[in-house]
Each structure stands twice: as structure tokens, then as C-alpha cells.
């Protein structure tokens, strides 16, 4: 079955002891329309293996940070990704980016920069940072990067983004987002 929409949520990284001394409970929102979300590809979009295909991620400035940064995985179906799946690289603190563990990924896309603040200092926003998101991306071969062929295969195309300094103070807060595609599909010329 095809998620005809991107299913979406925001969730604080989980350090329970940290957390619990702090007082604070670990935010989980769900389909809110303060975080970004994959306008494209859309769901059921079909992409060949070594094919590139659009990419657009509309970024969420919900916490006014400077910079919207994002990580961009494939991940395998047939469930959609869970934040189970999500960890950050240093941990609870400002300036940890968000991705995704070991073992629940095909392939990494890696980590992209978008500036914020436009509507401040213009159209142009602050200065670039890091790698700014491509238009396209290209979808990897896995039969010839991992030995591994899939036929018609479900799956995700996700979007791991990090907000820091989100009130009320909250160091970091994760987004997950995703949205399904074909793999190698059949019906594919
Ligand atoms: C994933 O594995 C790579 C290579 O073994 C390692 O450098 C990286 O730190 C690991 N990442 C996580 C989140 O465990
Ligand atoms: C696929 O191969 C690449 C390159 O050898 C490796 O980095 C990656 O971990 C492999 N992925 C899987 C899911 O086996
Ligand atoms: C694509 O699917 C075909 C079967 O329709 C299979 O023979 C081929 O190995 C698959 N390609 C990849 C890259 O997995």
C-alpha cells in the first residue's frame, strides 16, 4: 500500500537520565506544520537504480535558527523509518545533527545546509554553510554498490532535520520525515 502523504514528526533525543534530571519529558509532535517536508519526490514516484530524480525538502525555520540542517537517507520498506531508527552525532547538545543508526539505511545522501533568515536581510538570507541541497540526487545502483538486487521495492526516501535552541530550551529536537518510492520498478521503461 502507498502513504499517499508524507507522514511526519518531531521528536527530542531520547537521554532519558539527562531528561529526567532536567525534568523535562522527551516532545514528541506528530503531523504538526512546524517542521519541513519532502515536496518532492512525491509518494509512489518510480526511480530506476543509478537514475537521478528531483529533490526538493522545504525547510521549517520553527526555531529561528540560523541554518535548517538536514541529513537524506534511503532506507528499506516495507515499514516506513521510526525514531527508533534516529540518533544525532554528539549526543543531546546544540549543534548535533541528526542521522540515522547503522544497519537501518541502504544508502546515505549526507548532511545539507539551508539558510535561514531571508526574511530579515533578504532575499539571499545569511551567507552559505556547508553543502547547500542539490536539486537532484542520484539513486544509488545497490546491485553494483552491495551485491544486492531488489525488483519493484518499497522504499523511503527520509529526511532526518535538526532544530536547535527550539524553546523552551530544549538543546536539539529531531524531525523525521519521509516519503515512499519504487525501486527498480516493473512498470519502468
Ligand atoms: C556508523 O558506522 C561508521 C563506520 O563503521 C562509523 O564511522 C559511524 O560512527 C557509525 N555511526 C553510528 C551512528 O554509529
Ligand atoms: C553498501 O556498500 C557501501 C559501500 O561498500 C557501504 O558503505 C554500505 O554500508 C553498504 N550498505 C549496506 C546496506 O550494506
Ligand atoms: C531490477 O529488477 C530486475 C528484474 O526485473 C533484476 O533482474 C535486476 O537485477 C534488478 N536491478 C537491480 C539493480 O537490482
Sequence with gaps: MLTMRTLSAIVAVS?????????????????????GFISSPTAGTEIAPGASFAFDYATSDWCHQGYSIFTVWLTPGPDAPTFSDVTSTTGNTRGSVGELINGTY?????EFTVPNFAWLIGKAGLPPLGTPPPP???MPNLLELNGTSYTNADFYLTVVDSFWDCPPDIPIELG?????????ATSAA
Design 136 to 138: 537532484t540526487l542520484t
Design 176 to 184: 523525521l520525515d519521509y516519503v515512499e518510492i519504487i525501486y527498480n
Design 15 to 35: 537521554l532519558p537520565l539527562l531528561l529526567q534530571a532536567e525534568g523535562l519529558l522527551i516532545r514528541r509532535q506528530e503531523d504538526t506544520s512546524e517542521h
Design 106 to 110: 541502504l544508502y546515505s545522501w549526507g
